[in-house]
């Protein structure tokens, strides 16, 4: 539902939200320790509500286009540290 203004009310009955991750971004060793570090600190926080940061995906784990990283469209959230984004929807041929 993130990202889809008017989206149905039956679409934000889900606890988690799927997360991309670029393969460049992955291969950046040491450079994103903060990144997984606040994901477990997140996820020990909101463990009594029955809420986690999960479904991290590889982008060679998901069927992508191949320009799918520069056809993103982002997502009107402020968030302090993060800037989060979706695909932006291929149309059929």
């Known amino acids: 539902m993130l990202g889809y203004p008017g989206s149905p009310p039956e679409f934000s009955s889900t606890r988690d939200v799927d997360a991309i991750l670029p393969l460049q971004w992955l ?4 450079q ?3 990144f997984w570090e606040a994901q477990q600190r997140t996820n020990e926080a909101l ?3 029955g809420l986690y ?3 991290l ?4 784990d998901l069927i992508l286009t191949p320009e799918w ?5 982002r997502i009107q959230l402020e968030l302090r540290w993060l ?6 929807p291929t149309p059929w041929i």
Do not use: I, M
């Not at 291969?27 to 040491?30: H, I, K, L, N, P």
């Not at 800037?83 to 932006?88: A, D, G, V």
């Open 83 to 88: 800037t989060l984004y979706r695909p932006l």
């Open 57 to 60: 995906f590889r982008e060679s």
């Open 53 to 55: 940061v999960t479904h």
């Open 27 to 30: 291969e950046s060793t040491g």
């Open 47 to 49: 463990a009594g509500e």
């Open 69 to 73: 990283f520069t056809r993103r469209v």
């Open 32 to 34: 994103h320790d903060d």
